[in-house]
Structures are given as structure tokens and as C-alpha cells.
């Protein structure tokens, strides 16, 4: 992470403020964006406050390389009474994520929109898409739980709006947006009830004040009911199995740049909250804690592992396929925290970055191969590696990742959580991966086939290449998944960081 | 029973809980759902109003110290409980869960709005706002349109 501070010249007084400028500059990008008087316009601003966004990221980054932990008082006014922003060694790795992968997708969507979004959309897609990277970016900088509900809920309406969006394509949008609205909105109170609870008991939302206080209240019903609402509402959010009904429909239907958006981060974002209350306001070691991690997160994540794996082998829909496989993925980077040490976190998180770029770039990938044609299913893409081969090139390469070929991020993270589940003892969980992978082994080949040796259909619509500017980012994302396989010293580095801010309240 | 006579506010808040996650499952038809959705939303705003709420305290607007109101507010509770929980001789509730749930009741707002939006959408898509009859009609075409292919 040192090596970013390097990376990085702001002037001091950008800096100072970086934290909320993370937030607020694709904020005021969103209301910008829907003003704009064309859709041209509203890339070019999306573009912009994306990559203002990484640029802040950087700073904040080099910043907490520097102090371990950045502070920002909102407006000046302090905790307990302010609301204070706090982004430690992890809020910095996601940041940094978040922001990347939504300057990626904001280049992406310039091309992918016209042929997936109506024209009149266009400006509020953009406004969609800046207020969901805004409310991410917003979840994973707060150290305020109720302020984190409420960035995961501007996020999460901008979202529901943008998988609605799909509904050009394929009309199927629009009740898989309902559900995914449903289910969300669901989780999301799950979750205020659950830090209503936690505040009845400490008198505070501010999460480090919180975990101070609730350090001695480990025996109180209310406490634990208040831990296992949060639990149940971030899994609905994170799409843990079994509370994942909603993601298939959501990034089946959804516009491909959204789905490449939010298999890449959304989730992942309430992973990373899910991650922060049970190592960081509630503490591992604490008996119902540990339980939950142990005799719930454990056994869901591995079930998700095998079951939706399974799913993906034999769904038909290649972005169901992904989808599925989504679903099972989260179940991997599940089983890292689930593992509850210092080593099963970071390589939880390991394997976060890691799928984190391959899906992005495989949804992305799909997206490009279909922005002249719908195809859907597997035959739709037959003879795609000769119509379309250079996305077919990165999607095959953010592929391999996905099955865990050696030399890519993808058998690195996984090998990570091998190493981390032995030295737990924990011989299942190697298993449990072993044949997930085997079933990925499976689906892959399966769209592998359809690509490189089937014969397209006679008269068939085909596949076509995409244009450049779709093609640069897709190509950069699956390009990573190949070169951290083989130097993955930043990646490591910032899943190191990440776990041990994670961990450092208490040790 | 005395507990739960004593905690009725709590009763209230679980059993609109309820029943608002009962009618967003067991209905089929769209806009019910969203109905549900927005009692089991709501509901969590009484739960933390009733968390906020302090015995015999009043709306957390400073008083003046010594003023008549404050004494008449002073007169009405018990002298040991406002030398326990007064603050310049004046009880108040807690302001912060009111001002939380402000905040929530915007976002449900919002929330509810995306979703009767997405209801009209689909209800222009389909002619229908019934879940399963949107069902049928996708599982009727899906095949068909494959076989086209």
C-alpha cells in the first residue's frame, strides 16, 4: 500500500477533504448527470466523477498507508454527536476496488448503453449509476452504522432503478428488479432493526465507540438478536446462500454494464460490512460470534460452493451461468471470514479482489459479445472465438481465473484459503473446494465449447466484435486476473492490510 | 401477561413487523407486496421512536431553565426521577432516534417510489401485476422463443 503514496500527488488541500470528496464527487456527478442535456454529456460526466473518484481513492489510500487510519469529522462536528468518517487499512482496499471497477464500468457503459438502455434513459442511467457507486464508495468510508444504512440504501435504489433499465432487451427486467427491490428493501431493514437493537443497548452508532461499549454486554439477548438481524440483513444483500433467490433474475436481465458493476462490487460491499461487524464492532472470539461464523456463515458458505455450482452447470443462460457461479464465489470469500483468523480473512479478501475483477470482466465480456445481437443461451454464442476474438480472448482469460488455472488470481486466491483452511485444520473446506472448482471446470467448458467449437446456426444472428471502447476496459480487467496470478504483491498487500485493520481493535 | 401489558409498544412494533413480511409474501399481486413492505418499513420507525422515548419527558426543544413552562413541565413528573434524568430541571426524550428515523422514512419513501415505478412498468410490459400470471406469460414465451432460434 506504501507504494500508492508514491502514486499520488494531490494538492494538501484536496487531501484534507479526500475522504468525503470519495462520496461526494460522483454525488454531485448523479444530479449533474441527470441535468444533462445528452447522453453524450452524462457519459463524459459519469467518466469524469468516476475517475475523480480512483483519484481520491489513491489519495485516501496513501493517506492510511501513512496513518494507519483516517478521520474525517462531516462538517466538523465530532463524534459521538457528528457523524465521522473512518477508512482504515480495509475501507481503503474497497475504496480503491469500488472506484476502479466503476471507472472501468463508466467507460464501458458509453458503447454497451446504446445498444441495451432507450436513448431517453441514457442521462439517468448515468445518474443511477453514479448515485449506486457514490452510496458503495459512502458504505465502505463511514464509521457510523446507521450512516452505513443509509449509503447501502442510496446504492441499492440507484441499483434496483438500473436493473429495471433491462427491460429494453429482455422484459424479464422488470419483475427480477421488483424481487431484487423486495428482497434488498427486506435486508435492509433487517439490518436498521438490528443496529436499533445495538444502539437500545450502547447508546451510540458510531462503530468504534460501539465496539468499545458492547466489549462487556457479550451476555445481552438483545446484543446477540441485534448481531444475527444484521447478519441475516447483510446476507440478504450479499447474496448468501440462501438468500441469494433475488441475484440470478437481477444480473440475468439487468443492462451488462450494471451487472459487470455489481457483481463486482455490490456484493462485495456487504460482504465488507458484514465483515466489519463481526471482527471489528463484535469480536471473533466471542462465543456467539464465533458461532455464527463457525455453525452458520461456515456450512451456508460451503453449501453455496457446491449448490449453485451446480446450478451453473446446468443453466443454459450464459449470464445465469455467471450469475450462479456469482452466488457460489460469495460462498468462497464466505468461507475465508468464516474461517474467523487473521489468515482466512485475508485470503477471503484475496479471493474478493479476485472475483471482483474476473466477473466484472466476464459480465463485461458477455455484454460486449451481445452488444449487436441478443444471444442469451449457450448456443446463441456458438463460433463466437471466430465472430468476436478478442472479447472472446478476455473472457477466456478472466475464465481460466474463474476455474483456478495456475498463473491466474484466480488459483492464487484459492489457493490462499487452502493454505488458511489447513492451518485451521479444517480439511473440508479444501474439499468443499475441490469440487467447486471441478463444477466451475464444468461450466466454463461448458460456454468454453459453445465458443471455440460449435459451428453457428445457419442463418443464426451472429456474434460481433466490439468496439474499442468497450474493448479497453474489458481487456484491462481480465488482463489483472492474469497479472496478479503471476505478481500479486499489490493485491496481497492490500488483503494483508485489509485483514489486519480488521483485526487491529483487538490486537 | 404483565410483561407483555408493560411492553405493549414492543408488541406493536413485532406484530406490524409481521404482518407487514407476511402480506409481502403470501401476495402474489405487486402492489400489495409494496404495501407490505412499506408496514414492515414503517414499523421499524415506531420501534426506534419507542426506544426514544423517555417516561413523562417532552419534545426535545431546550426550554429556558426557570421559565414557566419548564416548571410546569418540572411539576408534572416525580421530583427523584427529574433529579435522576432531568436536564436543567426538564425531561426530554432522546432526539436522535426521532431524527434516524426521519432519515429512514425518506429512504422508504424513496424506496416505495422505485417500486410502484417498477410496477407500472410492468404492468405496461405485461398487463398484468399479478406474480403468477407474469410467471405464466414469461414460461409461455421463453420456449417458444427459443425454438425460434
Not at chain 1, 460522483?26 to 445528452?38: E, K, M, S
Not at chain 1, 471470514?337 to 465480456?365: D, N, Q
Not at chain 2, 419527558?57 to 433529579?83: F, H, K, M, N
Not at chain 2, 410502484?116 to 422463443?145: K, N
Request: aromatic share 10%; glycine share 10%.
Amino acid at each position: 500500500v506504501i507504494s500508492f503514496a508514491s502514486l499520488y500527488a494531490a494538492p494538501p488541500a484536496l487531501l484534507a477533504h479526500a475522504p468525503v470528496l470519495l462520496v461526494a464527487g460522483p454525488l454531485i456527478g448523479a444530479a449533474a448527470a441527470a441535468l444533462a442535456p445528452g447522453s453524450r454529456w452524462a457519459w463524459m460526466i459519469s467518466v469524469a466523477a468516476s475517475i475523480f473518484a480512483v483519484w481520491m481513492a489513491l489519495g485516501v489510500t496513501g493517506e492510511v498507508a501513512r496513518l494507519g487510519v483516517v478521520d474525517y469529522f462531516v462538517g466538523g462536528f465530532a463524534p459521538p454527536a457528528g457523524i465521522a468518517l473512518r477508512i482504515d487499512g480495509l475501507g481503503a482496499t474497497m475504496a480503491l476496488l469500488i472506484s476502479f471497477i466503476g471507472a472501468a464500468v463508466a467507460l464501458y457503459s458509453g458503447h454497451s448503453l446504446k445498444a441495451e438502455v432507450r436513448d431517453r434513459k441514457h442521462t439517468l442511467f448515468q445518474a443511477g449509476f453514479l448515485l449506486c457507486l457514490a452510496g458503495l464508495l459512502g458504505l465502505v468510508s463511514t464509521g457510523d452504522a446507521f450512516n452505513a444504512f443509509v449509503f447501502l440504501e442510496i446504492s441499492s435504489i440507484g441499483t434496483y432503478a438500473l436493473v429495471a433499465l433491462g427491460e429494453r432487451r429482455d422484459r424479464r427486467a422488470l419483475p427480477a428488479a421488483f424481487n431484487y427491490l423486495i428482497m434488498g428493501t427486506i435486508g435492509a431493514t433487517f439490518f436498521v432493526i438490528g443496529v436499533g437493537f445495538m444502539y437500545a443497548a450502547t447508546g451510540t452508532l458510531n462503530m468504534a465507540d460501539m465496539a468499545v461499549r458492547l466489549a462487556p454486554l457479550g451476555d445481552s439477548r438483545a446484543v446477540q438478536a441485534g448481531f444475527a438481524f444484521v447478519f441475516v440483513g447483510l446476507g440478504l444483500k450479499a447474496a448468501m446462500f440462501p438468500l441469494h433467490g433475488w441475484l440470478p433474475g437481477a444480473y440475468g436481465y439487468g443492462p451488462s454494464a450494471i451487472t459487470a458493476f455489481l457483481s463486482a462490487t455490490a456484493t462485495k460491499a456487504a460482504i465488507y460490512l458484514m465483515a466489519r461487524f463481526a471482527f471489528t464492532i463484535f469480536q471473533p472470539d466471542e462465543a456467539f460470534v464465533h458461532g455464527l461464523l463457525a455453525w452458520v456463515l461456515a456450512p451456508l458458505a460451503g453449501a453455496a460452493a457446491v449448490i449453485c455450482s451446480l446450478q451453473a452447470a446446468f443453466a443454459n443462460d450464459v449470464r445465469r451461468i455467471l450469475a450462479f457461479s456469482s452466488v457460489a464465489q460469495v460462498g468462497y470469500i464466505l468461507l475465508g471470514l468464516a474461517l474467523g483468523t487473521i489468515g482466512g480473512v485475508s485470503a477471503g479478501l484475496l479471493h474478493l479482489l479476485s472475483h471482483a475483477l474476473m466477473k466484472g470482466a466476464l459480465f463485461m465480456a458477455v455484454g460486449a459479445a451481445t452488444l449487436a445481437v441478443n444471444a442469451r443461451t449457450l448456443s446463441d454464442f456458438a463460433g463466437a472465438a471466430r465472430d468476436a476474438p478478442w472479447t472472446v480472448a478476455a473472457f477466456t482469460m478472466a475464465a481460466a481465473s474463474l476455474m483456478g488455472v495456475p498463473l491466474t488470481f484466480g488459483f492464487l486466491s484459492k489457493w490462499r484459503l487452502i493454505e488458511a483452511a489447513l492451518a485451521q485444520e479444517q480439511a473440508w473446506v479444501v474439499a468443499v473446494i475441490a469440487v467447486s472448482s471441478l463444477l466451475a471446470l464444468i461450466y466454463v467448458s461448458r460456454m468454453f465449447e459453445a465458443m471455440f467449437l460449435r459451428a453457428p446456426a445457419q442463418g443464426a444472428p451472429r456474434v460481433k466484435e466490439a468496439p474499442i471502447g468497450v474493448l479497453a476496459p474489458l481487456l484491462v480487467l481480465s488482463g489483472l486476473c492474469i497479472w496478479f496470478g503471476i505478481d500479486a504483491s499489490l493485491p496481497e498487500t492490500l488483503a494483508d492490510a485489509g485483514a489486519r485493520a480488521l483485526f487491529g481493535a483487538q490486537r | 401477561m404483565s410483561f407483555l401489558a408493560t411492553h405493549f409498544n414492543y408488541v406493536a412494533v413485532v406484530v406490524l413487523l409481521m404482518s407487514g413480511l407476511y402480506i409481502v409474501f403470501s401476495s402474489g399481486n405487486l402492489i400489495r407486496r409494496m404495501i407490505g413492505l412499506a408496514i414492515f418499513q414503517t414499523s421499524t420507525g415506531l420501534f426506534y421512536i419507542t426506544l426514544a422515548k423517555v417516561y413523562g419527558g417532552t419534545a426535545a426543544i431546550i426550554v429556558e431553565p426557570g421559565s414557566e413552562t419548564a416548571q410546569r413541565l418540572a411539576a408534572a413528573v416525580d421530583p427523584g426521577y427529574l433529579a435522576q434524568h432531568g436536564v436543567g430541571g426538564v425531561v426530554y426524550s432522546n432526539p436522535l432516534p426521532h431524527v434516524l428515523i426521519l432519515t429512514a422514512i425518506v429512504v422508504g419513501v424513496a424506496t416505495l417510489a422505485v417500486g410502484l415505478a417498477i410496477a407500472v412498468r410492468v404492468r405496461e410490459a405485461y398487463g398484468t401485476i399479478e406474480a403468477e400470471e407474469i410467471a405464466e406469460i414469461d414460461s409461455q414465451i421463453t420456449p417458444a422463443r427459443e425454438a425460434e432460434r
